[in-house]
């Protein structure tokens, strides 16, 4: 189904990415994880066409995506949605407009200009809302929406494009543990219920473990793991982040405290 074959990606001397090859067979929960620098976000950033490889070639369903031009790019790049850590919003528009931002790649100039949305895509948002749980908040400004909500609006405006993959570079990293739960099982659900491929960067090895079928591990550009969650031991840990014998895997596991004054912080609890 999808096939990396000897991906490099070099910017200048360094090689971010080092002849990275994998095949996905069905659409799988798949996490990324490596030490900072490792490559996760170029291996992500070339699937979907946002960075372009130096040699090697992606294939999904026997079509080249490295070779894709002009509007097969961009329809590609519709297919592969990608959510990021600082969900990428604009702050003060509503959030449903948000999600509707999902289907500009297929609306006129002058549509778009005007915010005119045909009804029909404007339910779809609302159902979409709707299931990630966030509808109650569609008519407020996105920055008035705690970070885990933001997020699934950044989800449901992925969701619009109805794309065969979800990319998600670091989803929770901004977000508490409580709200980075609700990310992750809405991105597991979205996997499980309609069948597409959600392949996460993810900083921490805990939920790598708790919501992926499979994991890659990476390390200075290359794969150094790939396999089933359960095979992550500590030490195959150690060697994905070149950690001596000191490595613990509390280092790598999700941060307890939150950056977010103490108030913020339980009014978002509250307001899940
Ligand atoms: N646009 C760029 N120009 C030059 N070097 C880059 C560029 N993007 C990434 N790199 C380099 O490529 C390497 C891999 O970066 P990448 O962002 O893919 O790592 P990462 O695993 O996502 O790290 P992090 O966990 O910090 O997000 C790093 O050495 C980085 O400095
Ligand atoms: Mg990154």
Not at 142 to 165: F, K, N, T
Not at 243 to 258: G, K, L, M, R, V
């Amino acid at each position: 189904m999808l096939q990396f074959d000897q991906i490099t990606k070099t910017f200048g001397a360094n090689t971010a990415v080092d002849a990275a090859s994998f095949v996905v067979d069905k659409p799988m929960m798949i996490g990324i994880i490596g030490r900072s620098g490792a490559g996760k976000s170029t291996l992500l950033r070339m699937l979907n066409r946002l960075t372009d490889a130096s040699s090697g070639a992606i294939t999904f369903d026997g079509v080249n995506v490295t070779g894709l031009r002009g509007a097969a790019k961009r329809s590609w790049q519709s297919q592969c949605a990608m959510i990021f850590q600082q969900f990428n919003l604009v702050p003060r528009m509503d959030v449903v407009s948000n999600v509707l931002h999902g289907t500009l790649n297929r609306r006129s100039t002058l549509s778009t200009m005007f915010n005119l949305y045909p009804d029909e895509d404007i339910h779809r948002a609302i159902d979409i809302l709707e299931r990630l749980g966030i509808a109650q908040h569609a008519p407020k400004r996105a920055e008035a929406l705690s970070g885990g909500q933001q997020q699934r609006v950044a989800i449901a405006r992925a969701l619009m494009q109805d794309p065969r993959i979800i990319l998600a570079d670091e989803p929770i990293a901004s977000l508490d543990p409580m709200n980075a739960q609700v990310v992750m099982q809405s991105l597991r659900d979205i996997h499980e219920q309609d069948g597409r491929m959600v392949i996460a960067n993810l900083h921490t090895l805990d939920t790598a473990r708790r919501y992926c079928d499979r994991v890659i591990g990476m390390r200075d550009g290359r794969i150094v793991f790939d396999g089933l969650p359960e095979l992550l031991t500590t030490a195959a840990a150690r060697e994905i982040y070149g950690a001596d014998a000191s490595f613990s895997e509390a280092t790598t596991s999700t941060q307890i405290e939150t950056t977010a004054p103490a108030k913020e912080h339980l009014a978002g609890i509250a307001a899940l």
